[in-house]
């Protein structure tokens, strides 16, 4: 007993804080090795990333100035359009036309690569200088270039300097990159600006005082001087320029004169290892008063705070106020006596919280199918406008009559079931509509049995499936089949139903939305895309009580399959959503 309580002897406050302070000396010099350590694996780690982003990059740029060299050597020996230009007079038809072409084709290479490349063409023979595509220069700009460029294609070392090379130039102070490709007396050039050619490395953090650049054989800078943040470069000096750690990557193109060069300066990589310490210190700081104030506070706080939190363990359990202990706390008694009238208050919210889904049902319904008119208007809108812009003048007089008639129904009709004879009879208006815009593109088949002629459907269900249909499917190159067919059927506890399926040849259903649809969920509408589908779905919900059953798949040959499964609703649920 007595070597018991020699074991449990207690000690002072002063060995605590002895051990306390070990502790602390302990972790700061692990916390200073470790704060070494991640500063070195950390720069090898970023050194190592910045390489490996900038060869991407530059790879790239080979790449692309390889292609680029190529596809304008072919177009000067194989493309018929630089010699007709260069066989007639600027003012020709045959030069016009040509020279439509040209910029046509350097313009589409010029989406491809990027409208900060820039593409001319010279024609020695007439002295003619013109850009072949959009350019990103000023006027001055291109003056000087002019000037420049033929004086280098007067140059007999023209082959040897440019052909398949792209070299800087400077040009009213700016550098450029230009690379001139000749074919006899025809000459196509590329061009880009240094600093649009380095701008992609810019965009790395290279820390607040490094920087990219473009350099030539001499390492003169060709663009313009800036840093990593877009502040003009400074010349380093005095003491912490020499404490502050660099590292210079210089990455050589293929093939060309120049290079990428990147400095990185990262200054807060010694500030890691001060932070950390600093961290530590405060962590202990703030531990030991922690522990200082949980003594102080578990008898005044934690313990009326655990009597408040079973109090209201009860409640949940019993749905009942609790009988409430006396504390000392203000708080806490007020607390407690709000939770009393909040207990009483949630009874009566219960009433009004069903009251308000009803309603909020009704209003949702209604938007939803506000929102469907408005989106096939537009597109038959659409239909007229593109039919407009190729002249087909008496398919506008149609289209325009055949859509009348359609709306004029469309918009008199407000309720929330119509028969479904009335509802194929407007689904075929509406293909017949985009049959005078798509022609020969496309035919469709109706089979409706005579049994479910008058059974009510809710209004523009099938529409919104067979607008995706001629959305989707169509196309100018295989004719496209859609079909829509009606049967009645007895599902189990004899209820009634109307079984409709559309299918189409087209492409089908990409597969992630397919996997969404088959697994409920909803469909990407950010882009104003699949608003019709979503809408539906949720119409069917509301209207049929989540007994409706919607599935959708793609045929074994190919092409969309929507099947939907109605319930034949009581004819009391149909008045009260009249009434909605």
Not at 23 to 35: G, K, Y
Not at 287 to 298: G, R, Y
Not at 333 to 361: C, H, S
Not at 537 to 563: M, Q
Request: aromatic share 12%; net charge negative.
């Amino acid at each position: 007993m007595a070597k018991k309580t020699a074991g449990t002897k207690p000690l002072p406050i002063r060995h605590y804080v002895k051990v306390m302070v070990l502790i602390a000396v302990t972790v700061l010099l692990v916390d200073l090795v470790i704060s070494i350590a991640s500063i070195i694996i950390v720069k090898q780690q970023s050194t190592r990333y910045l390489k490996d982003t900038a060869a991407l990059y530059i790879n790239r740029i080979d790449h692309d100035f390889a292609y680029m060299n190529h596809y304008m050597g072919w177009t000067l020996a194989n493309d018929e359009t630089l010699n007709t230009m260069n066989a007639y007079h600027i003012n020709s038809i045959e030069f016009l036309k040509s020279n439509e072409n040209l910029h046509k084709r350097f313009t589409e290479l010029q989406r491809n690569y990027g409208q900060e490349y820039n593409f001319f063409y010279y024609l020695k023979n007439q002295s003619y200088f013109l850009n072949c595509s959009p350019i990103s220069i000023s006027y001055s700009e291109y003056l000087a270039l002019r000037e420049q460029i033929i004086s280098f294609i007067d140059d007999k070392k023209v082959y040897e300097k440019y052909y398949s090379k792209w070299t800087p130039v400077l040009v009213s102070g700016k550098y450029y990159v230009i690379n001139i490709v000749p074919y006899y007396n025809r000459y196509l050039i590329g061009l880009i600006s240094a600093d649009n050619l380095i701008r992609p490395l810019r965009d790395i953090n290279l820390g607040a005082n490094g920087y990219a650049s473009l350099v030539d054989e001499q390492g003169t800078a060709l663009s313009s001087p800036l840093s990593n943040i877009g502040r003009p470069l400074q010349e380093d000096k005095g003491l912490f320029s020499l404490l502050q750690p660099r590292t210079t990557i210089i990455s050589d193109f293929q093939g060309t004169t120049f290079s990428a060069k990147m400095v990185i300066k990262f200054g807060a990589f010694e500030k890691i290892m001060i932070a950390q310490l600093l961290i530590v210190l405060l962590f202990f700081m703030v531990t030991s008063s922690l522990f200082v104030i949980m003594l102080f506070f578990n008898k005044r706080v934690l313990g009326p705070i655990q009597s408040f939190s079973e109090n209201l363990a009860r409640i949940n359990e019993e749905s009942q106020p609790a009988d409430y202990k006396g504390s000392k706390i203000i708080e806490l008694e007020q607390a407690n006596e709000q939770f009393r009238d909040l207990v009483g208050q949630i009874k009566t919210f219960k009433i009004t919280m069903y009251e308000q889904e009803l309603e909020k049902q009704r209003i949702q319904l209604n938007y939803m199918k506000q929102q469907i008119k408005p989106h096939f208007f537009l597109n038959c809108l659409t239909s007229i406008y593109s039919m407009a812009q190729i002249q087909m003048y008496q398919e506008i007089e149609d289209m325009a009559m055949t859509t009348s008639k359609y709306f004029r129904y469309l918009f008199q009709n407000g309720e929330n079931f119509v028969p479904l004879a009335d509802e194929i009879e407007h689904v075929q208006m509406y293909l017949q509509i985009q049959k005078q815009r798509y022609r020969d593109a496309f035919s469709y088949y109706v089979e409706l049995a005579e049994d479910a002629k008058e059974v009510n459907i809710p209004p523009l269900v099938l529409q919104t499936f067979i607008e995706n249909s001629v959305k989707y499917a169509i196309s100018r190159e295989n004719e496209v089949q859609i079909k829509v067919t009606v049967n009645r059927d007895l599902l189990e506890g004899d209820i009634d139903a109307t079984v409709i399926q559309l299918t189409d040849t087209g492409p089908g259903f990409p597969q992630d939305v397919l996997e969404k649809l088959h697994a409920e969920l909803p469909l990407d509408q950010t882009k104003g895309t699949h608003i019709g589908i979503m809408n539906t779905l949720k119409r069917l919900e509301y209207l049929y009580y989540n007994l409706a059953e919607v599935s959708f798949s793609n045929l074994e040959d190919g092409g969309a399959c929507v099947t939907l499964l109605l319930p034949d609703l009581p004819d009391t649920s149909l008045e009260m959503e009249s009434r909605l």
